[in-house]
């Protein structure tokens, strides 16, 4: 029998559904854009996968794996990534690999107009048999967002029903179009030449993306780096609101460029009035609980907590549909020795007003 859903105390607010699906980094700022985007007929492009035999499909979210029934109806669940293409740091003369560094899942509920977001901690360990590392990160590498869909699905039963992807030159070429981003940054370190101090600062493109990224010279790790990005989303949320329709509109050559997704504008446009309506309150991230461990090949990763997961999605991810018992989670519990980061959450409103629990982990 379906779960009503139950009250939230401590919720955030995205400014739009399409934001929401812009990215994890792109969350705040893009979707406005996109939303004014998609009155002109225009959608962002779908992602291109390459098969074994040579050719070329569309990526799509498998039918198997979406919403069904009420839930289908009053909620939709977005995969949001960010992602290395294999990229080269001009300013640093850095190559990365082809990794996810932002993992989202991301729930607009129709019904009370509020959004969910899940941050997936990129060294997630699903196993080597989903990635050649046995992180989470290494599964795009292997087989694309649709595995990483697939993957996600069958060790957390999360339906997912749309996925928006933006790499990461593009989210510097986002900052840098809109001016930058003023932060409060609270820690001191250095990235691949770049170096932060605390203090309010203005981060370029080339900064905040070292800034989201960081997390060996940050307190807390991946968990920090976690944290940062939400307070990076609220301040780029913030940058995007006071911009004019006009500058808005400048954006689009940038986003048509960077962002992939399977979105449609026909499902924009349904979807535009809720979106413009959610209050930043009412949108809610949640941090896979869990704790770092050491896998069996050596790997340093971030072990899940099955029971505390299994608490936070029955209650927050699934309010149209029956619970999901903890023992019918197919993700491998390494470690289990603290709940120290089992309720890590903050609203955009908490994070803006600078009145986040986690702000020392920044």
Known sequence: MARKKSPKTHRYSLTDRILVCLSALMICGSALALAYVSLMNWSPLAEVVSNESGGNHTASIDQEIQNTGEAQEKTLN???????????DASAGTSRGK????????????????????????????????????????VYGRSGLEGLARTIYDQLSIPLDHYVNVNMDGFINIVDAIGGVEMEITESFTLEGVTFSPGVQTLSGIEAEKFVRERHHR??????????????????????????????????????????????????????DTVMSIDT????????????????????????????????????FRPYSDPVPAEQLRMEELRNTTDYYDDNTDTITDLLNGDSDDSSSQ
């Open 99 to 138: 990794l996810t560094d932002v993992i989202m899942v991301v729930q607009l509920d129709l019904g009370s107009n509020e959004v969910d977001v899940l941050q997936i901690p990129r060294d997630t360990w699903v196993g080597t048999n989903a990635s050649s590392t046995g992180k989470i990160n290494a």
């Open 219 to 272: 307190s807390g790790g991946d968990i920090g780096r976690i944290n940062a990005q939400r307070a990076f989303l609220a301040a780029m949320l913030k940058e995007f609101k006071q911009l004019s329709m006009s500058e808005l509109t400048s954006l689009v050559p940038i986003l048509m460029q960077e962002v992939t997704t399977d979105l449609k504008v026909g499902t924009v446009l349904e979807l535009l």
């Open 78 to 88: 977005f995969l949001v990534t960010g992602i290395d293409y294999t990229t080269t």
């Open 281 to 316: 309150d009412n949108i809610s991230f949640y941090t896979l609980p869990g704790e770092g461990a050491t896998a069996y090949n050596g790997q340093s990763v971030w072990s899940y907590h099955r029971n505390a997961t299994a608490e936070l999605l029955n209650e927050h």
